[in-house]
């Protein structure tokens, strides 16, 4: 099988290795299941207020997001074998890149080549059907008293869970495997 892999994706890591290690780094990462999707909403609220957030909803204000972009790349990507919650030490993949793009925060990743096979089987089989909830660390709220949780400034985002979609505080987060063809 060979897989499609993002060409940003292995230019962005690319510089940090000599010429021969170059080579093995291209066959390492393109033995890997890349991902991309849509973390949150930008500057909408929640539709379930996420954990930690004291049963409010939320609003992630671009201006939060933006601040916090750069540290999304390299965040673990962790899951929980029900799909409803975080769980932090099971480490599923990683983040190579993080943008805005009219009012979402979307992301991409891959999953790890050491994945135990009935995970990776699981999560192809859930696939769209999945969502993602992020975790941060330093979330400023504008207004502790307010029914909504507006965030002006998240110092670090420190890690995404893979989760049905149904169960992530923004509804319209998604997961989508990409392609892969057959040779």
Same mark, same amino acid.
């Given at each position: 099988?060979?897989?499609?892999?993002?060409?940003?994706?292995?230019?962005?890591?690319?510089?940090?290795?000599?010429?021969? =290690?170059? =080579?093995?780094?291209?066959?390492?990462?393109?033995?890997?299941?890349?991902?991309?999707?849509?973390?949150?909403?930008?500057?909408?609220?929640?539709?379930?207020?996420?954990?930690?957030?004291?049963?409010?909803?939320?609003?992630?204000?671009?201006?939060?997001?933006?601040?916090?972009?750069?540290?999304?790349?390299?965040?673990?990507?962790?899951?929980?074998?029900?799909?409803?919650?975080? &769980?932090?030490?099971?480490?599923?993949?990683?983040?190579?890149?993080?943008?805005?793009?009219?009012?979402?925060?979307?992301?991409?990743?891959?999953?790890?080549?050491?994945?135990?096979? &009935?995970?990776?089987?699981?999560?192809?089989?859930? &696939?769209?059907?999945?969502?993602?909830?992020?975790?941060?660390?330093?979330?400023?709220?504008?207004?502790? =008293?307010?029914?909504?949780?507006?965030?002006? $400034?998240?110092?670090?985002?420190?890690?995404?869970?893979?989760?049905?979609?149904?169960?992530?505080?923004?509804?319209?987060?998604?997961? $989508?495997?990409?392609?892969?063809?057959?040779?």
């Amino acid at each position: 099988m060979i897989r499609k892999v993002p060409n940003y994706e292995v230019a962005l890591f690319l510089p940090k290795y000599s010429i021969m =290690k170059q =080579k093995d780094f291209i066959i390492e990462y393109t033995k890997r299941d890349y991902f991309e999707g849509i973390l949150c909403t930008l500057d909408v609220p929640s539709n379930d207020p996420p954990h930690g957030s004291n049963r409010h909803k939320i609003i992630v204000t671009t201006e939060a997001a933006q601040g916090a972009l750069s540290t999304l790349i390299g965040a673990h990507v962790d899951y929980e074998p029900s799909w409803y919650h975080h &769980n932090y030490d099971i480490v599923v993949g990683r983040i190579v890149r993080a943008w805005i793009k009219d009012g979402y925060l979307h992301v991409l990743g891959f999953l790890n080549s050491t994945l135990d096979p &009935n995970v990776l089987d699981r999560i192809h089989d859930l &696939n769209e059907s999945l969502g993602m909830s992020f975790e941060c660390q330093g979330a400023h709220v504008e207004n502790m =008293k307010a029914p909504i949780w507006r965030l002006k $400034k998240i110092e670090k985002f420190t890690g995404i869970a893979l989760l049905l979609q149904r169960r992530a505080a923004y509804h319209r987060s998604t997961f $989508k495997l990409l392609n892969t063809v057959s040779s």
